[in-house]
């Protein structure tokens, strides 16, 4: 009899440990946080990117498919795309955003030497807005599509040939463009590289911008450099030519991390109704660079000071705020 009592109460016990365990179990669950906002964005922002990434690397392959072979499929894609989110403060204006992309697709099958672009991105011009010869702010946002054929002459010596489509001067255009580098070793560390890029539109006529470009390295690592390049450029319609020189200290900190300093002057070889100066002004700026967060996301912080010819020359302060997200082959 008391054996069968204690066979009752033993299983009784067993069963009350059970159920503590399973309500312990449950609690711990319970108790469990939430994943966080910040988890959540980040989930969704890597599954937006890694998507579009992949539609960007079949669009490649398809577009690659038609202009080469079926044997070369093996070979690396290098394509690539970029939007950028930019803020920017000109000298002497108000502070205006623009949203740019860029996308080059190199295929493969047709022996690297191909490029599809798509663009309404523009060269970085110095001065600010108060440039002749240079794209007006006008066509800041103008969409630029071309195909693009390289050809490596040498190791220094490379050639691009373009022919495209484009919206500027707020008219639809065809173009072409001719493209001529050449790269130098000089004694001492220093490189030189010189280019001249000659454009002809169907509407707006020819366009052409040489520079010269000389740099070395200040230190052992190589990661620091000096910089001075020089742009000389005309176009249809415009007397004389615009003259931009950029000297700068530029510094790669880490593989996440890049540090400019720069001092960029303009000039105009002759003057018209809308400039009176030959010389346009200065601007001097720090550029921040910083990888954060994803290894396809980055910021940059510009802040510049400018003394242009449209305030006699006063001092006025300016800058530039980036976000950029990359895709495909970065």
Known sequence: MLF???????????????????DEKAQEKNDKPAPSVLVNMSTLADSAQRATTNRFNRFVLSIDDFF??????SQANRSWGRLRV????????????????????????????????????????????????IESSDDDQDIALALRFVRSL????????DVGARMRDRKGQVFGRISASNTTRLGWGWEQQISNNF?????SGYQNRFKFDVRRPLNEAANVFFRTSTTLEGRKGIGGASVNETLGVYAD??????????????????????????????EYRIRFRKNVWRPWFYYEIWPSVSFPASTDYKREYGGLLRVEMLFGQY
């Not at 080469?68 to 499929?73: K, L, Y």
């Not at 599809?116 to 600010?128: I, K, M, W």
Request: hydrophobic share 35%; with cysteine.
């Open 4 to 22: 069968c009592v204690l066979i009752i109460v033993c299983q009784a016990t067993l069963a009350a440990d059970s159920a503590e365990s399973k």
């Open 68 to 73: 080469g072979d079926a044997e070369s499929e």
């Open 86 to 133: 930019d803020g920017i403060k000109p000298a002497d204006e108000d502070w205006e955003a623009k949203t740019r992309l860029k996308v080059r697709v190199v295929l493969p099958q047709a022996q690297q030497r191909l490029r599809l672009l798509l663009s309404n991105e523009e060269a970085d011009v110095n001065g600010g807005r108060n440039q002749r010869g």
């Open 154 to 161: 040498s190791d220094r010596l490379k050639l691009n040939f």
């Open 199 to 203: 454009y002809l539109y169907s509407a």
């Open 253 to 282: 900190i880490n593989s996440r991390t890049a540090l400019a300093f720069e001092g960029l002057f303009s000039f105009v070889t002759s003057k018209d109704n809308e400039l009176n100066e030959h010389y346009l002004g200065s």
